[in-house]
């Protein structure tokens, strides 16, 4: 499997926004644009959350519609999805994956029912956490809810068992601070599971996204490194296949 780089964006409000430690959303631009931007460059996959659906208790129309007509790689959205109902609409209209992390706490059953009708492979779990006193804690609802002490490798194997076919590591503390991946959970738990593992939070540099790569992670998620430090998909591609990753080429 060749390594991925994965654009994150976050809509919010009608525009593309940036949030720092999952709170103090900026905007950066707009979605439209960057969707045209991130597939015109090469992206492998991009993850779209949209941040008002769950508020809402619906899904953006326009946004889905356009994301899927203008999204030329995988793509996985996210956000108030509680149902299966919710997931169908979403994969019905196209889109590849769904992405779900307040559902892996409040309702297994769901993502159960979810895989069965969709298969693994449109799944993708996002564990959401922070580092506290050298312990891991487990947030939903965009961080705003803690559901205590975790052990990330006891809940990835249990996201294996409900049928999710891949997980994101989240660092809320990292997220927006292009200080770098949280290195510490890369190496223990980068080659803990057999499902493709992806690392989200604190992206400064393509040597971040090689060193998840070399402990076995799949992919590497990222959103700040584009909006503020203006790195391309397709110079990070050229940095990382000079190091000798297995990054699909630019063509």
Request: glycine share 10%; charged share 25%.
């Amino acid at each position: 499997m060749k390594f991925r780089i994965i654009p994150v964006l976050l809509f919010k409000n009608g525009s593309l926004v940036k949030s720092v430690g999952f709170d103090n959303h900026r905007i950066v631009g707009d979605v439209t644009s960057s969707i045209r931007v991130f597939s015109k460059r090469q992206a492998d996959e991009m993850i779209i959350y949209d941040l008002d659906a769950r508020k809402k208790g619906e899904f953006n129309s326009n946004l889905i519609k356009y994301s899927v007509q203008n999204c030329n790689m995988p793509l996985t959205m996210g956000g108030g999805i509680n149902t299966l109902a919710d997931a169908s609409r979403l994969i019905d209209e196209g889109c590849d994956k769904i992405s779900v992390s307040t559902l892996i706490h409040e309702n297994k059953n769901v993502v159960l029912n979810i895989a069965k009708k969709y298969g693994s492979q449109a799944i993708v779990a996002t564990i959401d956490y922070r580092t506290i006193n050298k312990k891991h804690y487990v947030f939903s609802h965009n961080g705003k809810i803690c559901h205590g002490e975790t052990n990330i490798g006891k809940l990835i194997k249990l996201l294996t068992e409900i049928g999710v076919g891949e997980v994101i590591l989240s660092s809320i503390d990292r997220d927006g601070s292009m200080t770098g991946y949280d290195k510490k959970v890369i190496d223990n738990y980068g080659n803990c599971s057999k499902l493709p593992l992806i690392i989200s939070g604190g992206c400064q540099s393509s040597s971040d996204m090689f060193f998840s790569e070399k402990r076995g992670f799949s992919g590497a998620a990222a959103g700040s490194i584009f909006y503020w430090k203006g790195d391309s998909i397709m110079s990070l591609k050229s940095e990382l296949r000079s190091m000798g990753s297995n990054v699909r080429a630019v063509v």
